[in-house]
């Protein structure tokens, strides 16, 4: 399993971002895909997941309304739409994939990991 985040980028408080997350080596059935972030000092924080056997997504309270994740089983490639950002949307952003459908905000239930893309907003 491989995963590479892009998209990230330096963009000021209330603009947008798309972050791509390319996969290969899974079927997509049956596996649930994240983003979480981490911000300098603190521990990876999830931000969107969706659980590709019946497309569910979920948000926490910090992001909901804000981001859109969705995945793209055509091309392998998951997303994130992010907009309205704020400076405590900062970090670095990785994607995630767990082996069940279940979604999870502990990291530690994730099996794969991609390299992180940086996303900075300024106030």
């Known amino acids: 399993v491989q995963l590479q985040a892009s998209g990230g980028g330096l963009v000021q408080s209330g603009g947008s971002l798309r972050l791509s997350c390319a996969t290969s080596?899974?079927?997509?059935?049956?596996?649930?895909i994240a983003w979480f972030r981490q911000a300098p000092g603190k521990g990876r924080e999830g931000v969107s997941c969706?659980?590709?056997?019946?497309?569910?997504?979920y948000y926490p309270d910090s992001v909901k309304g804000r981001f859109t994740i969705s995945a793209d089983k055509a091309k392998n490639m998951v997303y994130l739409q992010m907009n309205s950002l704020k400076p405590e949307d900062t970090g670095v952003y990785y994607c995630?994939?767990?082996?069940?459908?279940?979604?999870?905000?502990?990291?530690?239930?994730?099996?794969?990991w991609g390299q992180g893309t940086l996303v900075t907003v300024s106030s």
């Open positions: 995630g994939v767990r082996r069940r459908s279940e979604c999870s905000w502990n990291p530690i239930d994730y099996d794969f």
């Open positions: 969706i659980g590709t056997d019946d497309d569910s997504t």
């Open positions: 080596g899974f079927a997509y059935d049956y596996y649930a």
